[in-house]
């Protein structure tokens, strides 16, 4: 079974400009989270997804938002990009969103 | 809120040593716990996970954990290390109850020497 992809690995943005990343989870998988990961901060939750609606999200600004598809597909996006965004941003898929989270490769994001 | 504390930023150890990594937790309701661990320019790979089963928790790669409830704990051990274990881990804790979130722990990173 093929893992959780995200896409596109690597992404250079200016300040100001907008972003959208996007997860593809496991087969069957239908809880979709983000996470960003920095040197200072550490992994951080950004939201999850179930079934096309949030069902949960973390202590981020309105800058980030995400959606899912009907298929589980997720996107999030980053508007009015800031330096401080440059991150690995994670996606994890699983089941139903309590049990094991399985983590893709990663987007990392750098932001000049 | 839950949290959770790494003790130790860097862990150096000898190819064939012990590998001890610290986790501790903090819940009045023993959570499910897990550990991950990264290796660079990659994401995270699950070792093992903790749900309330067995207390002790076997992994991949020969990593295992224990749970302690009365110490809050949950260290990561492995009897020899093997210069492909140096990588980053991270100690992770879910909420039973409400939240889809996972809260990690700030890493350890395992350096290796041969």
């Known amino acids: 079974k093929a893992g959780v992809t995200q896409t596109p690995r690597y992404l250079i943005k200016t300040r100001g400009q907008q972003v959208t990343l996007s997860c593809s989870p496991i087969?069957?998988?239908?809880?979709v989270s983000w996470y960003q990961q920095t040197p200072g901060q550490g992994l951080q939750f950004l939201f999850e997804?179930?079934?096309?609606?949030?069902?949960n999200k973390g202590n981020f600004p309105g800058r980030f938002s995400g959606r899912q598809f009907s298929n589980s597909r997720s996107e999030m996006n980053v508007s009015t990009l800031e330096l401080g965004d440059s991150a690995l941003y994670l996606c994890?898929?699983?089941?139903?969103?309590?049990?094991?989270?399985?983590f893709g490769p990663g987007t990392r994001l750098l932001v000049l | 809120a839950q949290s959770v504390t790494q003790l130790g930023s860097h862990v150096s150890v000898s190819e064939g040593a012990l590998v001890l990594l610290r986790c501790n937790y903090s819940?009045?309701?023993?959570?499910?716990l897990f550990w991950y661990v990264q290796y660079p320019n990659q994401g995270l790979q699950l070792l093992l996970k903790?749900?309330?089963?067995?207390?002790l928790v076997k992994g991949i790669n020969g990593f295992e954990a224990e749970f302690k409830k009365s110490e809050t704990s949950f260290h990561l051990t492995k009897p020899s290390a093997h210069m492909s274990d140096a990588a980053e881990y991270f100690c992770?804790?879910?909420?039973?109850?409400?939240?889809?979130?996972?809260?990690f722990g700030s890493g350890t990173r395992l350096l290796v020497r041969p």
């Open positions: 994890a898929s699983s089941l139903q969103g309590r049990e094991t989270q399985y």
């Open positions: 087969s069957g998988h239908r809880s």
């Open positions: 997804y179930f079934s096309e609606t949030q069902r």
């Open positions: 819940s009045s309701v023993p959570p499910y």
């Open positions: 903790y749900t309330s089963a067995a207390t």
């Open positions: 992770a804790v879910s909420d039973q109850d409400s939240s889809y979130k996972l809260i």
